[in-house]
């Protein structure tokens, strides 16, 4: 599970106390991460968004195997443990995964890297790098604007 502490300074050593636990977000090896007052982690490899003060859970959707995943502005990039690559919003509200491909064969627990528009991702048998898209805040605004 998961559990929130306070970690409090004392005079001679730190005192930590917890504030909630939970089994509701079980990330093994993998990296949690916080986006706007939501935590979101892999439970067991299906991802979920959790609310850190409470340790209550929003939602719990998507397989993503042991995964590594890294927050780019507003989205979750995952590498999923098959070796895919997943884009999912970031959101409490509901889980929205925006697309998903194919990057490696086999398992993968590495994490991905993000470098400018370059992702490199790799496990134990290959590596590949991905150039992405990029798209400013103006090109955003005018896609809105058109019909």
């Not at 909630?20 to 991460?33: D, G, I, N, T, Y």
């Amino acid at each position: 599970g998961s559990r929130l502490y306070r970690l409090s300074p004392a005079p001679e050593e730190i005192v930590g106390e917890t504030i909630w636990q939970s089994p509701r977000l079980k990330s093994k090896f993998a990296p949690m991460v916080q986006h706007e007052g939501v935590v979101y982690g892999l439970d067991d490899g299906v991802l979920v968004a959790l609310d850190p003060g409470t340790g209550e859970r929003y939602w719990k959707r998507g397989r993503y195997g042991h995964g590594q995943m890294i927050l780019v502005d507003d989205l979750l990039l995952i590498q999923a443990e098959n070796g895919d690559i997943a884009l999912v919003e970031a959101r409490p509200d509901e889980h929205r995964q925006l697309g998903r491909l194919p990057a490696l064969s086999g398992k993968t627990w590495n994490p991905p890297a993000l470098s400018g528009n370059l992702l490199l991702v790799r496990n134990n048998l290959e590596a590949a790098c991905f150039e992405l898209p990029t798209v400013t805040q103006d090109e955003v605004a005018r896609a809105e604007r058109t019909p």
